[in-house]
């Protein structure tokens, strides 16, 4: 008798927004620590969609994906691949970290997912996360600045999410001194993301600056407490802040993806009196499973509108 295949071939057809896609491998399992597959992955994106698209709307993103789940190699994909059916929003960006003119006239192809199909289309590829730049493109696809800044809080062991939650309440303080307003989200793995929206579009020079500026304050006011320095020695019971994420070739996990972490995690906004309290208790904040976040969105909704 033939073996068994470990993984069913199995195949669907079905209608997403007026759109006939393929599905494929169903049942197989892409977080092996819990047996989630890639049908309830899916089933995921689909029932967030909501409130994650118009957060990837403009902006190119970057996949990263585990055909065979996490336990296996996973691999960064920028260009649309090949085979990208035709209806899917492209833009084409230079290769620079600035995002302006290139030497050599490189240029990347990148998906926006700006539509439910286009979102099913990358999950059916085994992409778990979702990465874009905290700049953004017209409609006719050049880059127009950055609507955003971003500062990364990565907890240095022993230090975890308890430690992020101390810190953000500072990072919150130095962004309110400079005028703007910052927007918590988990970062689905270790740490917190924050993030300060913009009334206009600045150059990635200039927010990595201002960025930047806020974490070396603040390595220097709390040397026992935070890092701006990236070397991992130097990171130990610290939380680095990376302000390196608003460079112009650098991208952050979008709020609402899922992480490629051992059990399935979400990258999850939360309000301020979350933080304040997982600054409080080492047990008062957690990062979310893909089933509390849909409860969340039900009975808050986009926390990070």
């Given at each position: 008798?033939?073996?068994?295949?470990?993984?069913?071939?199995?195949?669907?057809?079905?209608?997403?927004?007026?759109?006939?896609?393929?599905?494929?491998?169903?049942?197989?399992?892409?977080?092996?620590?819990?047996?989630?597959?890639?049908?309830?992955?899916?089933?995921?994106?689909?029932?967030?969609?909501?409130v994650l698209i118009?957060?990837?709307?403009?902006?190119?993103?970057?996949?990263?994906?585990?055909?065979?789940?996490?336990?296996?190699?996973?691999?960064?994909?920028?260009?649309?691949?090949?085979?990208?059916?035709?209806?899917?929003?492209?833009?084409?960006?230079?290769?620079?970290?600035?995002?302006?003119?290139?030497?050599?006239?490189?240029?990347?192809?990148?998906?926006?997912?700006?539509?439910?199909?286009?979102?099913?289309?990358?999950?059916?590829?085994?992409?778990?996360?979702?990465?874009?730049?905290?700049?953004?493109?017209?409609?006719?696809?050049?880059?127009?600045?950055?609507?955003?800044i971003v500062i990364?809080?990565?907890?240095?062991?022993?230090?975890?999410?308890?430690?992020?939650?101390?810190?953000?309440?500072?990072?919150?303080?130095?962004?309110?001194?400079?005028?703007?307003?910052?927007?918590?989200?988990?970062?689905?793995?270790?740490?917190?993301?924050?993030?300060?929206?913009?009334?206009?579009?600045?150059?990635?020079?200039?927010?990595?600056?201002?960025?930047?500026?806020?974490?070396?304050?603040?390595?220097?006011?709390?040397?026992?407490?935070?890092?701006?320095?990236?070397?991992?020695?130097?990171?130990?019971?610290?939380?680095?802040?990376?302000?390196?994420?608003?460079?112009?070739?650098?991208?952050?996990?979008?709020?609402?993806?899922?992480?490629?972490?051992?059990?399935?995690?979400?990258?999850?906004?939360i309000d301020w009196?979350?933080?304040?309290?997982?600054?409080?208790?080492?047990?008062?904040?957690?990062?979310?499973?893909?089933?509390?976040?849909?409860?969340?969105?039900?009975?808050?909704?986009?926390?990070?509108?």
């Amino acid at each position: 008798m033939p073996k068994k295949p470990e993984h069913p071939q199995t195949e669907v057809h079905v209608d997403v927004e007026g759109r006939t896609m393929r599905l494929t491998n169903l049942q197989k399992v892409l977080y092996p620590s819990t047996g989630t597959t890639k049908g309830e992955v899916l089933d995921y994106y689909v029932r967030v969609a909501p409130v994650l698209i118009p957060h990837l709307v403009g902006r190119p993103v970057t996949r990263i994906r585990w055909p065979h789940g996490v336990g296996d190699m996973s691999f960064f994909e920028k260009n649309a691949p090949a085979g990208t059916p035709s209806w899917v929003r492209t833009a084409e960006v230079p290769t620079t970290g600035s995002r302006g003119p290139s030497r050599h006239g490189d240029t990347l192809v990148f998906p926006i997912i700006d539509q439910l199909p286009t979102l099913v289309w990358a999950v059916n590829l085994a992409a778990l996360e979702l990465h874009v730049h905290q700049w953004t493109v017209d409609d006719d696809g050049e880059p127009v600045g950055a609507d955003r800044i971003v500062i990364d809080l990565d907890p240095g062991e022993p230090a975890g999410l308890h430690e992020c939650c101390q810190v953000a309440l500072l990072v919150r303080e130095a962004l309110a001194e400079r005028g703007y307003d910052a927007l918590p989200v988990t970062s689905g793995s270790k740490g917190l993301h924050l993030y300060a929206p913009l009334a206009e579009a600045l150059p990635s020079s200039e927010t990595s600056e201002i960025a930047k500026e806020i974490a070396e304050e603040l390595a220097a006011a709390h040397p026992q407490q935070v890092t701006a320095t990236m070397t991992k020695a130097r990171r130990r019971g610290k939380v680095f802040l990376d302000w390196s994420q608003n460079a112009g070739s650098k991208t952050t996990v979008a709020p609402y993806s899922l992480r490629g972490t051992t059990r399935p995690q979400v990258a999850t906004p939360i309000d301020w009196d979350e933080v304040a309290a997982g600054a409080d208790d080492p047990l008062g904040l957690e990062q979310f499973s893909p089933s509390q976040v849909l409860a969340r969105v039900e009975e808050y909704g986009d926390l990070f509108s």
